[in-house]
Structures are given as structure tokens and as C-alpha cells.
């Protein structure tokens, strides 16, 4: 059965509109759904353990697979080294500096030891939940102590609602039977056409003026030399911190973004910090729809040194501002 044809089915018969809310269906996170599926399905048979809970942990916790940690490491699920781990080691910045983080060979070694992870003594009211309950498992997590965000149950009910994860709960044998085997077409077979077109857009676009040629690296590009990657639809701070190995305050702080800042697709999120003057552009002629913030990031300047620089200049339409 084709997934992919079910959802939109859905989306059409039901006129559901996430307009207000952060989109997860990027078509990164489609992929990831369509890879590990089956995985989660397999260790919910095995421990039962949500197949819908254990894909949206996932999806979270790796940035849909494109985090340092699970591209390295094939962690997906952050599990860090305790002290009886002897097997090979990740570091990287997290709530605290250099901590050290499981290494697998490959991502369904990673799904295994996140069911065995959970089957620790104080995760064991959450077992006493049906397995269609996602919601209950959600905010049982965090009250467990598995995440330290206040919002994180409400991220992974997000992730599971918007991309019908609870399907696989509820209706398990339609893509995996009992002893583990797949059932045939159970798996999505392509990505929507109208998802997958903007996702390329970034990378044809010309560089203005002033900034660096854009690369295919992982998605990544440099600005003034500055290593930053294109917001796409569904991206959040939380995936794109995972992805950086940032905090999300780091990620925002790097940025000059206000804590209440909006994600917008298309523009440069820098994943390391930004620089006090331009290397290639001297000057830039503001146009409409221009910002001090927008102009920062389009050159990767340090807010304040641009205002700095131009502080006797009035911001408007036509003025033009220093980049060095």
C-alpha cells in the first residue's frame, strides 16, 4: 500500500490547513519516514515501543538523519557514552562542552539501542500506555526525564500528526507482517513532485554580490567564507541546532536572531559566527524589503559592526551602506 497516496487522500477528503503551525513535511523528513519505517515498526513488535514515538524521536533528534551526530556516528537519537560503554566515541558540543556520544555502524544498530535505552527501570510506566497512545508516550518522556525542552512533547504529537505516524501503531501489519518481513509496496515509492521542486531551488540561484559561491556539500554553503545552509519548509531551530551540534540560543545567537524570531525559507541560517566586515563587496544599495538584520545575513556581517559602520547613515530605500 503507498503511503505517500493515503496521506494525501487524507489532506484532500479532510481540508486540513497547518498554515498555523511549523511544518514537518520537508522533504528530507519524508525520506527519513521512508527509510526507517520498517525499523521502528520491527522494534515495536520487539519491545513495544510506538513505531509513530520512535520515528518522530528521530526525526528530531537527527534533523531527519542530516545531523553531525547521525551523519558521523549513525546516532539518531543522541544516546550519550556512560561509563560501562566501551565501543567507539563521538564528541561534540551539547549542554555541556565536548561530550562524548555513541558511535554505531550503522543507523538500525542506533534504533536498537534507543529501544533498549528506554527499557530502563524509570522509563517503565510509560509501558503501562496502550501502543496507539503517542500522546501519552509524548508527554510521558518528558516527564521521565528524557528531555529537558518543555516543549518536547509537544514537538514529537507535531511530528507525528503532521506526518500521520500514528498509522503505523494502529495498522502495523500493512507494511511489516509479525515475523519481521516486509509486505510488498508497503513503503511510499517517491517523493511528491510539488514537495521535492523547491527543495532545489537554493542552490541554482546566483550569489549576489559579495558572497561566495554556493556548494552541494551536504546542503551546506559559505557566505564571506562562513559555513550556513538555506532554511527549507518544515526546518525548525531545534532540527537545524541538531544539525549544526549548536544549542538553539548558539544557533540564534550566531544569527542575531530575537528570541521570537520566524524561520523563513529560502534565507542563509550561519552555523558558525559571523564576521565584522565583508571579504569580497564594499558597499550595498538597500532596496525595498531590506532589513538591517536581512543585509547582515546576505553578506555574513555581525549585526552590530554593520550598524557601526554605518551609523550615520539613515536606513532607507537607495541608501548605501558600508560592508567594510
Not at 558540543?93 to 565536548?98: F, G, L
Request: with cysteine; proline share 5%; aromatic share 10%.
Amino acid at each position: 500500500m503507498n503511503i505517500r497516496f493515503i496521506i494525501s487522500l487524507i489532506f484532500c477528503c479532510c481540508g486540513i490547513s497547518l498554515s498555523a503551525q511549523v511544518s514537518y513535511r520537508s522533504a528530507e523528513t519524508i525520506e527519513y519516514i521512508e527509510r526507517f519505517h520498517k525499523t521502528a515498526i520491527r522494534e515495536m513488535y520487539l519491545y513495544n515501543i510506538p513505531a509513530s514515538i520512535t520515528l518522530a524521536q528521530g526525526i528530531l533528534e537527527s534533523g531527519s538523519g542530516r545531523s553531525p551526530l547521525a551523519v558521523s556516528a549513525n546516532n539518531h537519537f543522541g544516546i550519550k557514552c556512560t561509563d560501562d560503554y566501551k565501543g567507539k566515541k563521538y564528541h561534540q558540543d551539547d549542554d555541556r562542552r565536548h561530550e562524548c556520544f555513541r558511535v554505531y555502524a550503522t543507523p538500525e544498530q542506533s534504533f536498537r539501542d534507543h529501544s533498549l535505552f528506554l527499557l530502563r527501570p524509570h522509563y517503565a510506566d510509560l509501558f503501562k500506555l496502550r501502543i496507539t497512545d503517542y500522546k501519552g508516550w509524548a508527554k510521558g518522556l518528558k516527564k521521565a526525564g528524557y528531555a529537558t525542552n518543555p516543549k518536547y512533547p509537544a514537538l514529537l504529537i507535531e511530528v507525528i500528526e503532521q506526518n500521520y505516524l500514528d498509522i503505523y501503531d494502529r495498522n502495523p501489519e500493512r507494511f511489516l507482517s509479525r515475523d519481521g518481513s516486509p509486505q510488498k509496496d508497503s513503503s511510499p515509492k517517491r517523493t511528491p513532485e510539488k514537495r521535492k521542486q523547491p527543495e532545489k531551488k537554493p542552490s541554482k540561484k546566483v550569489s549576489p554580490k559579495g558572497t561566495d559561491k554556493p556548494s552541494n556539500d551536504g546542503g551546506f554553503e559559505r557566505i564571506n567564507g562562513i559555513k550556513c545552509v538555506r532554511v527549507k519548509s518544515g526546518d525548525t531551530f531545534y532540527g537545524l541546532s541538531k544539525r549544526a551540534g549548536l544549542s538553539v540560543d548558539k544557533l540564534k545567537s550566531y544569527n542575531d536572531f530575537p528570541s521570537d524570531y520566524v524561520l523563513k525559507p529560502g534565507e542563509c541560517v550561519f552555523f558558525q559566527p559571523k564576521k565584522k566586515a565583508a571579504s569580497k563587496a564594499s558597499t550595498h544599495r538597500v532596496v525595498k524589503g531590506d532589513t538591517w538584520l536581512s543585509v547582515s545575513q546576505k553578506y555574513g556581517i555581525r549585526l552590530a559592526d554593520l550598524k557601526k559602520m554605518n551609523r550615520k547613515v539613515t536606513f532607507r530605500v537607495g541608501a548605501k551602506l558600508r560592508l567594510k
